[in-house]
């Protein structure tokens, strides 16, 4: 099983790269205008945020960690899809603010682990 999770299979470089030019295509649409603006506002950037290099965490990281870091935060928020659940998680300390990609790689670790070790549990019994 560790072995299978230091090959990393989320890090895939071409899906890693196709997902962050999607995001970035989709986000510079004129219809994310107002969500843009407001994002930017919230960071203190005068600047307009336009793509996921301007984002403060993500701006020096390269495709492959922007990815690991969208992928982390993507799969944590589909595991807490409810607002409720979100608002819980943090209380509880099990939600996390990823700031880098080290961060987002361990919870991706974890993550995967943990349904290897349900998955053989499961099989066992």
């Known amino acids: 099983m560790e072995q299978v ?4 299979p989320w890090n895939n470089s071409k899906t890693c790269h196709e997902l962050v030019e999607t995001v970035n295509q989709v986000f510079a649409k004129p219809a994310f205008s107002s969500l843009r603006t407001l994002f930017s506002r919230i960071l203190g950037r005068e600047k307009v945020i336009t793509c996921l290099e301007d984002v403060p965490f993500l701006e020096h990281q390269t495709k492959k960690d922007q990815f690991v870091m969208l992928l982390a935060t993507l799969l944590q928020n589909a595991m807490h899809d409810k607002n409720s659940a979100r608002v819980e998680s943090v209380r509880d300390g099990k939600y996390f603010t990823f ?6 790689k361990i919870f991706l670790q974890t993550h995967l682990r943990d349904s290897l070790m349900n998955r053989l549990k499961q099989a066992e019994s």
């Open 99 to 104: 700031t880098s990609p080290a961060q987002a």
């Open 5 to 8: 999770i230091a090959k990393e």
